[in-house]
């Protein structure tokens, strides 16, 4: 069993900046990949960036030079450091990650619940 829970989601106007931040805990042997999800109302689900396990990274367009994903496999954490936020920034942010399974040896895709960012001025 993994769950993987977000946090630092919130209230910010335009310009400002948020840490998002997800942990994965439960039956973990290993994390391969870690991504960030987000989706507006009415909008498809996009990926915004991903992690590898080598530390290769990639972005979407929109958010190249303003988004950086971070992990630290000791905590079995991912982050996401957002600055400039611009309005069409809001959206539920969600985690994704590809875990191997300490219980059945076998590599499982997990979701978190999301997170709500929301930049208005």
């Known amino acids: 069993q993994v769950q993987l829970v977000e946090s630092g989601g919130g209230l910010v106007q335009p310009g400002g900046s948020l840490r998002l931040s997800c942990a994965a805990s439960?039956?973990?042997?290993?994390?391969?990949?870690m991504a960030w999800y987000r989706q507006a109302p009415g909008k498809q689900r996009e990926l915004v960036a991903s992690i590898f396990s080598g530390g290769g990274t990639q972005y979407a367009d929109s958010v190249k030079s303003r988004f950086t994903i971070s992990r630290d496999n000791a905590k079995n954490t991912v982050f996401l450091q957002m600055i400039s936020l611009k309005p069409e920034d809001t959206a539920i942010y969600f985690c994704?990650?590809?875990?191997?399974?300490?219980?059945?040896?076998?590599?499982?895709?997990?979701w978190g619940q999301g997170t709500q960012v929301t930049v208005s001025s």
């Open positions: 439960g039956s973990i042997f290993s994390i391969h990949t």
């Open positions: 994704y990650a590809i875990v191997r399974s300490s219980s059945s040896g076998g590599w499982y895709a997990h």
